[in-house]
């Protein structure tokens, strides 16, 4: 089974960054190391159509070499070739509740897709204390992001308060049932269980305190019928030094990684772990 690695960028990096980031990394990642893992790129949005672009860029320089002239190749033909090629995904870092119309400065779920992007992280806790979003938002940005054919990479996690108090499973039982909508059919889902006592701060979780929280997590989403295809991954302070160990812990699909994702060798060395 693939796993998968998300880069949550957050508010950092300029245009010329992000180049270099993508210069340095794409042409070291292996078909090998894609038979193992799955990339996620997460920049600020105004980033995603230039990084698709740069990557497209290595992909036509790419197929050139190996079939002649691109203008040649017809444009489904090319189309396929393009996707074949892609080694790193696109994702938004989240979007906007409403479809679209008059709402100043934000970002539809429509836009992410036709910038390139496949898919798009909501409810990150950040989002959640510092811009207000409650559960019944990232359920109505949910619905939108699957109308508009991208994957949601929901986030959950509990605070530090919640996790001493023992209460903190409840707590993300009621993140999962009210962050999801009721009724919507999901074809496929990315689950980031990130505690919040983790982002940031150097602090992870046992193995043991990840296996049981995942393993509930996962009975939680079994149960919910209407959830085609789900992976769970964990986020919090991932960096390369702990990164092979939390993959191998059970239940774990995948990482969801902030600051550690920023310098590239060492986000190379995450993909390679
Ligand atoms: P961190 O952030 O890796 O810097 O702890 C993770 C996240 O917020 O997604």
């Known amino acids: 089974m693939k796993k998968i690695i998300i880069a949550n960028w957050k508010m950092n990096k300029t245009f010329d960054e992000a180049q270099r980031?993508?210069?340095?990394?794409?042409?070291?990642?292996?078909?090998?190391?894609?038979?193992?893992?799955?990339?996620?790129?997460?920049?600020?949005?105004?980033?995603?159509?230039f990084i698709d672009g740069l990557l497209l860029d290595d992909e036509l320089a790419e197929i050139e070499k190996l079939k002649g002239d691109v203008e040649q190749i017809e444009q489904k033909e090319l189309e396929k070739l393009i996707k074949n090629l892609r080694k790193i995904n696109l994702g938004a870092q989240d979007c906007s509740s409403a479809e679209k119309g008059a709402f100043t400065g934000e970002i539809s779920a429509g836009m992410i897709k036709d910038s390139g992007s496949e898919y798009v992280i909501l409810g990150h806790s950040e989002r959640r204390q510092l811009r207000n979003e409650t559960d019944e938002i990232v359920s109505q940005k949910i619905t939108l992001a699957v109308k508009a054919n991208l994957t949601p990479i929901l986030c959950i996690g509990e605070s530090?308060?919640?996790?001493?108090?023992?209460?903190?499973?409840?707590?993300?039982k009621s993140q999962l049932n009210k962050s999801?909508?009721?009724?919507?059919?999901?074809?496929?889902?990315?689950?980031?269980?990130?505690?919040?006592?983790?982002?940031?701060?150097?602090?992870?979780?046992?193995?043991?305190?990840?296996?049981?929280?995942?393993?509930?997590?996962?009975?939680?989403?079994?149960n919910n019928s209407n959830i085609a295809e789900f992976k769970i991954l964990y986020g919090g302070s991932v960096t390369a030094e702990n990164s092979s160990e939390i993959l191998k812990t059970k239940n774990v699909d995948g990482l969801l990684v902030g600051g550690a994702s920023l310098e590239s060798e060492g986000f190379l060395q995450i993909i390679k772990s």
């Open 21 to 49: 980031w993508i210069e340095y990394i794409n042409p070291k990642i292996t078909t090998e190391l894609l038979n193992n893992t799955q990339i996620i790129l997460c920049p600020p949005a105004i980033m995603l159509d």
């Open 160 to 172: 530090k308060a919640l996790r001493e108090s023992g209460e903190f499973k409840n707590f993300l």
């Open 180 to 222: 999801i909508p009721e009724d919507l059919k999901v074809s496929k889902l990315i689950l980031a269980y990130e505690p919040i006592w983790s982002i940031g701060t150097g602090i992870v979780p046992t193995c043991a305190q990840i296996i049981d929280t995942l393993e509930f997590i996962k009975t939680e989403l079994s």
